[in-house]
């Protein structure tokens, strides 16, 4: 449970952290471009740790499984949900 719990916190969109992110980033005002920003440090960061467990410390494919899933769910948003949920 606190694996998920971490996973569904991270600054990435479709997640709870990615919500929470976006409205973080108005109320202070920022601009509405930085939460992509944050996003895609995020994707890359996990993609290169998903890489390294799975070749250098030898996890197999799993980790690189995960994180071309989550990139999936995160770069593929439906332009009507959008619409439907500003935030």
């Known amino acids: 449970a606190f694996g998920q719990t ?3 916190l991270l600054p990435v969109y479709p997640l709870d952290g990615g919500r929470c992110l976006q409205c ?4 202070l ?3 509405k471009n ?3 920003v944050i996003t895609y440090l995020t994707l890359c960061v996990l ?3 998903s890489l390294y467990a799975g070749v250098v410390m030898r996890l197999g494919f799993f980790p690189i ?3 071309v899933t ?5 770069l593929g948003k ?7 949920h500003p935030i």
């Open 47 to 49: 993609g290169i740790l």
């Open 65 to 67: 499984w995960m994180m």
């Open 34 to 36: 930085i939460t992509s």
């Open 6 to 8: 971490v996973f569904n």
């Open 29 to 31: 005002g920022l601009p």
């Open 24 to 27: 973080l980033c108005r109320l």
């Open 78 to 84: 439906r332009p009507c949900k959008q619409r439907l």
């Open 70 to 74: 989550l990139c999936l769910k995160c």
